[in-house]
């Protein structure tokens, strides 16, 4: 079989008759930007946004990517010098881009880089995509985690920092023991008011290590939020062997994506920013409404499908969202999420539900049931938990958030309708199975009782630990596909 060039710098030419080449030089590209966790998502994202700001704006802004978990993404970009395809997929066909902006990668063999670079004269700002769990934080409260073992180990004298939290922290010390002012770090994740959040831990990792340290970043470095969306599944082989078919040459470090793509930033970087505004961002003074209605409608569903759906025998979203009841039931949870929101100005709640619905459906995109079903246990309180915390409070119903929760619950078990062993992907894992034991309503007691999800308050609403147990009780007897045919019948 033939075997395909790899894309680079050198190849790059050769892929323009077919993608969008970067309107950049990456040659001479200088670094101002520090990202923590080079995943699928911040390639299809971020990295693409900011390439698109640097064409419009210009400026320095060429980020040095460095991978936090494994070798596999640094080892597919360093041979391609840092370039990658993007691939666009949805019912109004494909576009093909390139790349080029990721001009250093670090890999979890070299993390003392990070501190070194974020500590750059040049570095005016650190962003993350880690996923909820890399906070190293409690997820009911957003405090950080001291008992991690990655924090602990991270607060371990002389030790090289692993976790992101200890990154930030050591490249800070490094940054204000080399006398250079503050930056920004701006969270990329789906956590409520992310910046805020990343604030309050940095600030209690700094002061475990050094109070001076935490008030220097206290009083030197922003933490701006933003809200971030573009559905991005994980890259499989058949799509590398698509886009290298398509390009004529191989690329190790395509994504897949939607033409959708969002993001809104919070103004504030005291050391100066890439033109976002150019680069298809928002640029606000308070994300929080932005983020709030992505969180509770996109996705409180998504978590919503992903269970229910994987346990229907649905692979993907799109196969799930055209079940019988999934979309009804979809939409009657965003009508028990609208009256929680407060909309953005000018918002068209009607019109970004449909939206909504479209991006799910998109037979272009397999997006999987299982790659959304991970780490439930951090993301539930943003997406379901607060839609139920407020309406519990308000005398709302909250039936399709707390059969979200059981559905959560249900798949959580670990074995699947036809007595097939799930595997669950949770830094809660064996909690969770140990948890997971007895009859529906002792199950959901005994997860209800996980204050670091639950909290201490929703572990004692009577009224919800019986809408949860009854329908954990109803997919137990009667299977998801059962019930979400019916469950927005009442
Ligand atoms: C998904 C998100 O995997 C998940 O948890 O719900 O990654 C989702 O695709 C994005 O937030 C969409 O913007």
């Given at each position: 079989?033939?075997?395909?060039?790899?894309?680079?710098?050198?190849?790059?030419?050769?892929?323009?008759?077919?993608?969008?080449?970067?309107?950049?030089?990456?040659?001479?590209?200088?670094?101002?930007?520090?990202?923590?966790?080079?995943?699928?998502?911040?390639?299809?994202?971020?990295?693409?946004?900011?390439?698109?700001?640097?064409?419009?704006?210009?400026?320095?802004?060429?980020?040095?990517?460095?991978?936090?978990?494994?070798?596999?993404?640094?080892?597919?970009?360093?041979?391609?010098?840092?370039?990658?395809?993007?691939?666009?997929?949805?019912?109004?066909?494909?576009?093909?881009?390139?790349?080029?902006?990721?001009?250093?990668?670090?890999?979890?063999?070299?993390?003392?880089?990070?501190?070194?670079?974020?500590?750059?004269?040049?570095?005016?700002?650190?962003?993350?995509?880690?996923?909820?769990?890399?906070?190293?934080?409690?997820?009911?409260?957003?405090?950080?985690?001291?008992?991690?073992?990655?924090?602990?180990?991270?607060?371990?004298?002389?030790?090289?920092?692993?976790?992101?939290?200890?990154?930030?922290?050591?490249?800070?010390?490094?940054?204000?023991?080399?006398?250079?002012?503050g930056l920004a770090v701006l969270?990329?994740?789906?956590?409520?008011?992310?910046g805020?959040?990343?604030?309050?831990?940095?600030?209690?990792?700094?002061?475990?290590?050094?109070?001076?340290?935490?008030?220097?970043?206290?009083?030197?470095v922003d933490f701006p939020?933003?809200?971030?969306?573009?559905?991005?599944?994980?890259?499989?082989?058949?799509?590398?062997?698509?886009?290298?078919?398509?390009?004529?040459?191989?690329?190790?470090?395509?994504?897949?994506?939607?033409?959708?793509?969002?993001?809104?930033?919070e103004?504030a970087f005291r050391a100066?920013?890439?033109?976002?505004?150019?680069?298809?961002?928002?640029?606000?003074?308070?994300?929080?409404?932005?983020?709030?209605?992505?969180?509770?409608?996109?996705?409180?569903?998504?978590?919503?499908?992903?269970?229910?759906?994987?346990?229907?025998?649905?692979?993907?979203?799109?196969?799930?969202?055209?079940?019988?009841?999934?979309?009804?039931?979809?939409?009657?949870?965003?009508?028990?999420?609208?009256?929680?929101?407060?909309?953005?100005?000018?918002?068209?709640?009607?019109?970004?539900?449909?939206?909504?619905?479209?991006?799910?459906?998109?037979?272009?995109?397999?997006?999987?049931?299982?790659?959304?079903?991970?780490?439930?246990?951090?993301?539930?309180?943003?997406?379901?938990?607060?839609?139920?915390?407020?309406?519990?409070?308000?005398?709302?119903?909250?039936?399709?958030?707390?059969?979200?929760?059981?559905?959560?619950?249900?798949?959580?078990?670990?074995?699947?309708?036809?007595?097939?062993?799930?595997?669950?992907?949770?830094?809660?894992?064996?909690?969770?199975?140990?948890?997971?034991?007895?009859?529906?309503?002792?199950?959901?007691?005994?997860?209800?009782?996980?204050?670091?999800?639950?909290?201490?308050?929703?572990?004692?609403?009577?009224?919800?630990?019986?809408?949860?147990?009854?329908?954990?009780?109803?997919?137990?007897?009667?299977?998801?596909?059962?019930?979400?045919?019916?469950?927005?019948?009442?």
């Open positions: 079989m033939q075997t395909n060039a790899r894309l680079s710098l050198a190849t790059l030419p050769r892929a323009a008759a077919v993608a969008r080449r970067p309107a950049i030089d990456p040659h001479r590209l200088g670094v101002g930007i520090v990202h923590l966790g080079c995943g699928a998502f911040h390639r299809a994202h971020q990295a693409m946004h900011v390439q698109r700001a640097i064409e419009a704006g210009g400026g320095d802004w060429g980020i040095a990517a460095a991978s936090l978990r494994g070798e596999a993404v640094p080892a597919s970009l360093l041979p391609q010098d840092g370039l990658y395809s993007v691939l666009e997929r949805d019912a109004d066909g494909m576009r093909l881009s390139i790349n080029a902006v990721l001009r250093e990668v670090i890999g979890p063999s070299r993390l003392a880089a990070v501190a070194a670079a974020i500590a750059r004269p040049a570095t005016r700002i650190v962003s993350l995509t880690v996923t909820e769990k890399g906070y190293c934080h409690d997820p009911a409260t957003g405090e950080l985690d001291e008992a991690h073992p990655d924090i602990r180990a991270d607060l371990v004298p002389g030790a090289v920092a692993r976790s992101a939290p200890g990154l930030l922290v050591a490249g800070l010390a490094a940054r204000r023991a080399a006398g250079l002012g969270s990329c994740d789906n956590l409520p008011e992310n805020a959040t990343t604030r309050r831990i940095v600030l209690r990792m700094a002061a475990l290590r050094d109070p001076g340290l935490a008030a220097w970043i206290a009083g030197e939020s933003s809200m971030v969306d573009r559905m991005v599944p994980a890259p499989t082989v058949a799509d590398r062997a698509n886009v290298a078919t398509m390009l004529g040459l191989s690329d190790e470090a395509c994504v897949v994506t939607e033409s959708f793509s969002q993001w809104v930033v103004a100066g920013r890439p033109a976002l505004e150019l680069g298809g961002a928002t640029l606000v003074s308070d994300v929080r409404p932005f983020e709030r209605m992505k969180l509770r409608l996109l996705n409180a569903a998504h978590s919503t499908i992903a269970y229910l759906g994987y346990l229907a025998g649905h692979e993907t979203v799109s196969d799930a969202i055209a079940a019988p009841g999934f979309a009804s039931l979809v939409g009657r949870l965003w009508d028990e999420a609208a009256p929680t929101l407060s909309l953005p100005a000018g918002t068209d709640l009607a019109a970004y539900r449909a939206s909504l619905l479209a991006r799910f459906a998109n037979p272009h995109l397999a997006h999987r049931t299982w790659q959304i079903a991970m780490d439930g246990s951090q993301k539930l309180p943003q997406r379901l938990l607060g839609t139920i915390r407020d309406n519990l409070a308000a005398g709302r119903p909250c039936a399709m958030a707390a059969l979200g929760v059981a559905a959560w619950m249900r798949y959580v078990r670990g074995i699947d309708e036809r007595g097939q062993a799930i595997d669950v992907r949770d830094p809660l894992a064996v909690e969770l199975a140990a948890r997971s034991r007895g009859s529906p309503g002792e199950r959901a007691d005994a997860l209800l009782g996980m204050s670091r999800v639950f909290g201490a308050d929703l572990a004692r609403h009577a009224g919800l630990r019986a809408e949860v147990s009854s329908w954990l009780g109803r997919l137990e007897r009667e299977g998801a596909a059962a019930v979400a045919r019916t469950a927005a019948a009442g």
